[in-house]
């Protein structure tokens, strides 16, 4: 008799541990997924945080937006594969090109006073030629 009570504790027993066990198992797996959850929130939080702290407040509307694109890939493009060098290249383009406006200006003045020139000249050679005639005769 006292081996059947020994071998119903020993099973008490072991019933016991297991319940306990399976107790611990579930507090455990409770208190990890409050974790995650509140180590979820916390990283959305904090991400959310440097996302408006680093945010660029562009104040491009949405139909403008595609043209940075475009803009960026115009860049990757002319520096072969670097942006960098693509802008560096565009500087260089826009150098370039202002001298040749100025040259260009320049070179327009020029040939307008040129024309001017002929012109006056001509007339001043015509009136003369007339104001000889006029005053001199047939000579």
């Given at each position: 008799?006292?081996?059947?009570i020994?071998?119903q504790?020993?099973?008490?027993a072991?019933?016991?541990?297991?319940?306990?066990?399976?107790?611990?198992?579930?507090?455990?797996?409770?208190?990890?997924?409050?974790?995650v959850?509140?180590?979820?929130?916390?990283?959305?939080?904090a991400?959310?945080?440097?996302?408006?702290?680093?945010?660029?407040?562009?104040?491009?509307n949405?139909?403008?937006k595609?043209?940075i694109?475009?803009?960026m890939?115009?860049?990757?493009?002319?520096?072969?594969?670097?942006?960098?060098?693509?802008?560096?290249?565009?500087?260089?383009?826009?150098?370039?090109?202002?001298?040749?406006r100025?040259?260009?200006?320049r070179?327009?003045?020029?040939?307008?006073?040129?024309?001017?020139?002929?012109i006056?000249?001509g007339?001043?050679?015509?009136?003369?030629?007339?104001?000889?005639l006029?005053?001199?005769?047939?000579?």
């Amino acid at each position: 008799m006292t081996d059947h009570i020994a071998e119903q504790f020993e099973a008490l027993a072991r019933d016991l541990k297991q319940d306990m066990r399976d107790s611990l198992k579930l507090t455990i797996e409770a208190a990890v997924r409050g974790i995650v959850e509140v180590e979820r929130d916390r990283t959305d939080r904090a991400i959310r945080e440097a996302i408006m702290e680093h945010r660029c407040d562009c104040p491009l509307n949405e139909c403008e937006k595609p043209q940075i694109r475009h803009l960026m890939g115009m860049l990757h493009d002319l520096g072969s594969g670097d942006q960098s060098a693509g802008i560096r290249e565009m500087r260089a383009n826009h150098v370039w090109t202002a001298k040749l406006r100025k040259t260009s200006d320049r070179v327009s003045v020029a040939a307008v006073i040129m024309v001017v020139t002929l012109i006056v000249s001509g007339l001043v050679a015509a009136l003369w030629s007339g104001f000889k005639l006029a005053v001199g005769g047939d000579k």
